[in-house]
């Protein structure tokens, strides 16, 4: 089934994310074609959540801590995610790894995830030198190895991959479908021992390219920024057509 998922990053506070769900829930007029999920920051997670229970929204959160509970300041647990309605959890977000040094340790984030009960939607993708160096896939797969290992193959039952490429992400320029159809083969060939993986694809997904991607078999969904800040351009994703 389709997972379309916006990642709202820090742009909206609890009352803008809440206007922004209820913009979202008036325009969905016919059954939900897959399943859109909402990430909202942090603070708006309670509230956001309290909104779109018994709604076909679904929530998210962009981030976790990998321990559950401490003296951790400034830190989000993953179970109080939980708490609040998360059923999934971005994890390795290239902005994550840019500006807060985060890389071994997501290995720790995704595993802490699973074991409060989320889905994790573990992102991977090389940055523009990596890919004209011709380093992409080794740069995935090492992303791959790092974030998955020494989690059990039953636990990852039902991940997401969100391939990104950071040179694609909130700058207009996305992937071509073929780049990211090679990407997400790799990636399926790489964890064909999962069961009921789900590779996205992320970076500059609009309604006008939307189904460019999902139209690709090896492609389940799409990590959206930016386009998922409005409820009309929002609907279109989940609504797209071929
Ligand atoms: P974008 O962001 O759609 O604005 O490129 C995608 C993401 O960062 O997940």
């Known amino acids: 089934m389709d997972l379309i998922v916006g990642n709202w990053k820090m742009n909206l506070g609890g009352r803008d994310s809440l206007q922004l769900i209820e913009g979202i829930l008036e325009r969905f007029k016919k059954p939900l074609p897959g399943e859109a999920v909402v990430c909202p920051p942090a ?18 959160c962009q981030n976790v801590f990998y321990e559950r509970k401490g003296a951790y300041t400034g830190e989000i647990s993953p179970d109080f995610a939980r708490e609040a309605g998360s059923k999934y959890a971005i994890i390795g977000h290239s902005e994550r790894r840019q500006f807060f040094s985060e890389g071994p340790e997501i290995n720790r984030r995704v ?8 889905i994790p939607i573990l992102c991977v993708g090389e940055s523009l030198e990596e890919r004209e160096e011709g380093n992409a896939w080794a740069v995935v797969q090492n992303q791959l190895k790092q974030g998955l290992q020494d989690i059990s193959t039953e636990k990852l039952c039902g991940l997401a991959i969100a391939y990104e490429p950071v040179w694609a992400i909130g700058t207009g320029k996305s992937a071509s479908p073929e780049d990211a159809q090679e990407m997400a083969s ?12 789900r590779v996205l694809y992320g970076g500059s997904v ?35 057509e071929k």
């Open 111 to 118: 595993a802490a995830v699973i074991n409060s009960g989320m």
């Open 186 to 197: 790799r990636i399926i060939e790489e964890l064909n021992h999962l069961q009921g993986l």
């Open 206 to 240: 609009k309604p006008e390219n939307i189904s460019e991607f999902m139209t690709l078999a090896e492609i389940d969904g799409a990590l959206v920024g930016g386009a998922s800040l409005k409820a009309d351009s929002f609907a279109k994703l989940i609504y797209w």
């Open 43 to 60: 603070t708006a997670l309670f509230m956001a959540g309290n909104r779109v229970e018994e709604t076909p929204l679904q929530l998210g």
